[in-house]
């Protein structure tokens, strides 16, 4: 079974067999997946799974046996009364994406890459990562039984590599920026046939965060959110989320979904969108070379960048930016009011939150969904140089008691 209709050309919509292909031959626009859905309803999805893959007929794989899953998904949508109150929000929500199996959103697209490249019968798999994908990508490759090839900057955090390690990835450490990492890896990708998810697989890759759609609609019991702040590097998650409300709205799951404003927040240092929506033009200047704590979010050319400005227009968005004080007061904030523990990506989205409903761009009656995507386990070091170390103390119950009201 299949419900994939082609892969369409998101310029000039040409349309193609759905083959291991993401470019299109006429004007070398990027290839979307479109589908022939089987009609489903709400009820279709109560009882499965609790990993994206419940919404199988909504994604693009064909068989079933090709599925590469270590669990995905699912995670939680948290009523976020404290923080909402310290923000000023009756209404806010925290999708808490830093809780999937290896720690960020990125499991979600990695995952449908990988179980594309099984149905493809690709021999290899890999990725170009400013991060998380590294760790996404040697996950499932591990899973699915594929070698793994990941391209990344060497000066991406510790944690992130030892975890790509551990999962047993080939890590190509780039002396470079997240662009040169990528630049190598679409090159090695197309040279020898090896699955880069995110570049020659970017067209399935990206149908996986649309799953942080889906989920959102069904834990809000199939209510449309009115505002959406995702944190945006390459741009490619943002483009998918609205592409998910859209399906939903097509299937009729979801009423009118074109009320939402979709919020862009990027770090400064970092942040090609946010100057090209703010001077108004579709031109994303790229960023030579970025310099912001927020790693995962640091692609200096970011491939969805005029798409997600589209985006920001058709749904009557904005996008900003947070400084890197701004982003560790947030992971602070977002820690000591939900319990709920960010990386610095996570905290650029708090971060812009917070100046949205400064600047009374989010109503505080407004349901509001936060993407938190990435964990802060992932990233200690920059947070210590904030918050400090505890002093080490003689074993003495008399003092130590006394440090203790
Ligand atoms: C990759 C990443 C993002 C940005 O996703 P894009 O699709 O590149 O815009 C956001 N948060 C985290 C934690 C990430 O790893
Ligand atoms: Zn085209």
């Known amino acids: 079974m299949t419900t994939v209709k082609s892969l369409k050309c998101r310029e000039c919509k040409k349309e193609y067999a759905p083959t291991f292909k993401y470019i299109c031959d006429e004007c070398f626009g990027p290839l979307d997946v479109h589908y022939d859905f089987p009609s489903v309803n709400k009820n279709t999805f109560a009882n499965r799974e609790h990993t994206y893959w419940r919404y199988f007929e909504l994604l693009p794989i064909a068989e079933k046996s090709n599925i590469v ?10 009523k976020a009364e404290k923080l909402g109150e310290a923000l000023g929000l009756n209404n806010l929500y925290i999708k ?18 990988v179980s594309k490249a099984k149905e493809f019968g690709l021999s290899a798999v890999g990725c170009a990562s400013t991060g998380n994908l590294a760790a996404a990508t040697a996950a499932h490759a591990a899973k699915g039984g594929f070698p793994c090839y990941v391209f990344a900057p060497s000066d991406i955090e510790h944690a992130k590599i030892t975890q790509a390690l551990a999962y047993g990835a080939n890590f190509i450490a ?3 920026t997240y662009d040169d990492a990528n630049r190598i890896a679409a090159q090695i990708g197309d040279s020898k046939g090896i699955g880069i998810v995110n570049i020659n697989m970017r067209s399935y890759y990206v149908e996986g965060s649309k799953t942080l759609a889906f989920e959102v609609a069904e834990q809000l019991n199939w209510q449309v959110p ?3 702040v995702v944190p945006v590097g390459s741009g490619a998650m943002l483009n998918a989320i609205c592409k998910g409300f859209e399906e939903l709205e097509s299937l009729s799951l979801l009423g009118k979904v074109s009320n939402m404003h979709m919020i862009a927040a990027q770090p400064r240092g970092c942040a090609p969108i946010v100057d090209a929506f703010k001077k108004n033009t579709s031109d994303v200047i790229p960023v030579e070379n970025p310099d912001t704590i927020a790693k995962s979010l640091a692609i200096g050319d970011p491939g969805d960048g005029r798409y997600v400005l589209k ?9 900003e930016e947070s400084s890197n004080r701004e982003i560790l007061e947030a992971i602070l904030l977002l820690a000591r009011t939900e319990g709920i523990f960010t990386e610095p990506a996570g905290g650029v989205a708090v971060a812009v939150l917070k100046k949205m409903v400064e600047e009374r761009k989010i109503d505080k009656n407004d349901s509001t969904v936060c993407y938190v995507t990435g964990n802060g386990l992932k990233a200690t070091e920059v947070l ?3 918050l400090s170390k505890p002093e080490t103390m003689q074993a003495d119950i008399a003092k130590i008691s006394a440090m203790v009201r």
């Open 69 to 78: 899953s270590i669990g995905a998904g699912m995670t939680p949508l948290i």
């Open 96 to 113: 808490n994406d830093s809780v999937n199996p290896t720690f960020s959103f990125k499991d979600r697209p990695a995952g449908i890459a």
């Open 174 to 176: 780039v002396d470079g």
């Open 226 to 228: 009115d505002n959406l």
């Open 311 to 319: 985006r920001l227009k058709q749904y009557n968005g904005y996008a």
């Open 384 to 386: 210590m140089e904030i």
